[in-house]
C-alpha cells in the first residue's frame, strides 16, 4: 500500500513563499514513482477541492489559472518526491493542499490520496 505525506504547509504572510512536499511511500519493488501521475489539490473551507497542478509520468505539467505564473511543480523521482513551490502568496491561497497519485499497473488504476497540508495566507 503507498502511503502519499504531504509536508511543508504553513503560516505565511501575503506575498510570501512556500514549499510543499509530497513523498511517496511503502512502493513495490517494481512499482518506480516515475511511473506516478501527481497532482496537488486544495480545499478551502465551505468550497469543493479544486485541482492546483499536475505533473505526469512523462514530465507534462499543467497549472489552475488563478496559480499560473506563481505556483511551480517538480519531480524527484530518485527521492520519490513532488514539490510545489508556491510564490507571490495571496490570502484566497489558503486552504488545506492535498497530494494525488496515480498510476496504470496490468490495466488496472491505482490511486493514493495524502492527508494534506494545512497552507493559510494571512498578515
Known amino acids: 500500500q503507498v502511503e502519499l505525506v504531504e509536508s511543508g504547509g504553513g503560516l505565511v504572510q501575503p506575498g510570501g513563499s512556500l514549499r510543499l512536499s509530497c513523498a511517496a511511500f511503502?512502493?513495490?519493488?517494481?512499482?518506480?514513482?516515475?511511473?506516478?501521475?501527481v497532482r496537488w489539490y486544495r480545499q478551502a473551507p465551505g468550497l469543493e477541492r479544486e485541482l492546483v497542478a499536475s505533473?505526469?509520468?512523462?514530465?507534462?505539467?499543467d497549472y489552475w489559472n488563478s496559480v499560473k505564473g506563481r505556483f511551480t511543480i517538480s519531480r524527484d523521482d530518485e527521492k520519490n518526491t513532488v514539490f510545489l513551490q508556491m510564490n507571490s502568496l495571496k490570502p484566497e491561497d489558503t486552504a488545506v493542499y492535498y497530494c494525488?497519485?496515480?498510476?496504470?499497473?496490468?490495466?488496472?488504476?491505482?490511486?493514493?490520496w495524502g492527508q494534506g497540508t494545512q497552507v493559510t495566507v494571512s498578515s
Open positions: 494525488n497519485a496515480d498510476t496504470l499497473f496490468l490495466s488496472r488504476k491505482f490511486e493514493y
Open positions: 511503502g512502493l513495490a519493488f517494481s512499482d518506480y514513482f516515475s511511473n506516478y501521475n
Open positions: 505533473i505526469t509520468s512523462a514530465g507534462d505539467i
